[in-house]
C-alpha cells in the first residue's frame, strides 16, 4: 500500500475521530449544563426553605413582623432592628433569586412564585410606610430596590391601603 494511501486513511480516520470527539463532547456540555441547572434550582429551593423557615421560625420574629404591619410606630427601637434586618435576608435572597432567572438557572415560574412571597409584605400600609421612611435601601441590591419601588408605587396608584404613620389597631 502505497504512502500516500497510508496518509489519506489516516486522514479520513482523524477527521472521524475529530467528529466523535466533538460529538462526545457536545453531550458533555449538555450534561454538565443539566446539572448545573439542577443544582441552581436546588440553591433556589435551599434559599425560599431558609426565607420561610426564617419567617415562621423564632415566635418573636413573626410577632415583629405583624406589629410592624399593623403599626410600625409601635415598635421598639430592638424589633425595629430584627425587622429591618429580617428584611435585609428576604432582599439578599430576592436578589439572588433574581440572578438566577437572569443567568437561566430558575424559570420565570418560579421567580414569580418568590417574588409573589417577598412582595406581599408590602400590601400592609404600614410596611410601605417603613420602605417609604426609615429602611436604608441602600443596604438592598439596585435591581430589588427597583422592584419594591415598582410595587409600592402600583399598590398606591390602586389606592390599596395607603401607607400611613399608624395604622389600624387590630386587638
Known amino acids: 500500500m502505497p504512502i500516500d494511501q497510508l496518509a489519506n486513511y489516516a486522514e479520513v480516520f482523524g477527521g472521524a475521530a475529530v467528529i466523535v470527539s466533538l460529538i462526545y463532547l457536545a453531550f458533555q456540555v449538555r450534561a454538565n449544563t443539566r446539572e448545573q441547572r439542577h443544582q441552581r434550582r436546588f440553591?433556589?429551593?435551599e434559599i425560599q426553605n431558609t426565607i420561610y423557615d426564617f419567617m415562621s421560625g423564632p415566635a418573636n420574629l413573626s410577632e415583629t413582623f405583624v406589629k410592624a404591619a399593623r403599626d410600625y410606630n409601635n415598635l421598639t427601637e430592638a424589633e425595629?432592628?430584627?425587622f429591618t434586618n429580617m428584611y435585609l435576608k428576604v432582599f439578599h435572597a430576592f436578589d439572588m433569586i433574581i440572578g438566577m432567572h437572569e443567568d437561566g438557572s430558575i424559570t420565570a415560574?418560579?421567580?414569580?412564585?418568590?417574588?409573589r412571597y417577598m412582595i406581599g409584605g408590602f400590601n400592609y400600609p404600614d410596611i410601605r410606610y417603613w420602605w417609604s421612611n426609615f429602611a436604608d435601601k441602600a443596604l438592598a441590591s439596585d435591581r430589588v430596590r427597583e422592584?419594591?419601588?415598582q410595587v409600592v408605587a402600583e399598590l398606591e396608584a390602586q389606592g390599596v391601603n395607603p401607607p400611613t404613620s399608624r395604622s389600624v389597631h387590630v386587638d
Open 43 to 45: 440553591e433556589s429551593f
Open 109 to 115: 415560574d418560579e421567580l414569580a412564585r418568590f417574588d
Open 147 to 149: 422592584r419594591v419601588d
Open 80 to 82: 425595629r432592628i430584627r
